[in-house]
């Protein structure tokens, strides 16, 4: 009879562990299991999302950002000398500022792709900073490269107050 007993106990020990495991599994680790296939899933799509090459619409944008860019600072060579100079100066003018000088550039290089423009001006420091920043702003004349603001020896001794300022102007040439 012990032995029944015991072979019985076994049964019912073995039937209780299963239950139990069954119970765990259902509570628990099966959640758990769902948990980390989703996990699964989803880094994988993130994956492929974040994934800048396959955004066209960020491709878009970007071309056209740089596009706009671009246009900032793209001339027409031939009108460099004309028209542009000539609004310089005239923007100049309004804040009191005189060009004194455009020296003519030297013969620019076939590959290069942009134009350095040499421009002078005289004026007084705070007269010249306002022009600075309005050409700074204005679409279409060029990159502000360098400003050098100086004062002039040449000018008279009543002319003390007034500054000379080289400034040069890079420009992309337009695309033939």
Request: hydrophobic share 45%; glycine share 4%; net charge positive.
């Amino acid at each position: 009879m012990k032995d029944k007993l015991l072979q019985y106990n076994k049964i019912v020990f073995a039937a209780v562990l299963v239950v139990f495991l069954l119970i765990c599994y259902r509570l628990s680790i099966s959640r758990t299991v769902e948990a980390w296939q989703l996990n699964k899933q989803l880094t994988s799509r993130s994956a492929h999302i974040s994934d800048i090459s396959v955004q066209p619409s960020y491709i878009v944008r970007k071309g056209r950002n740089i596009k706009n860019i671009l246009g900032l600072y793209r001339i027409d060579s031939a009108e460099l000398r004309n028209n542009i100079i000539s609004k310089i100066a005239s923007m100049a003018d309004i804040e009191n500022v005189h060009l004194s000088e455009a020296p003519m550039q030297s013969a620019p290089d076939s590959t290069s792709k942009a134009v350095l423009q040499q421009l002078n001006f005289a004026g007084n420091y705070g007269n010249i900073l306002k022009f600075l920043n309005k050409l700074q702003h204005t679409r279409g004349l060029g990159l502000v490269r360098t400003v050098i603001i100086q004062r002039d020896k040449k000018l008279k001794e009543a002319d003390k107050k007034l500054l000379a300022c080289q400034i040069y102007l890079e420009m992309l040439k337009e695309a033939v």
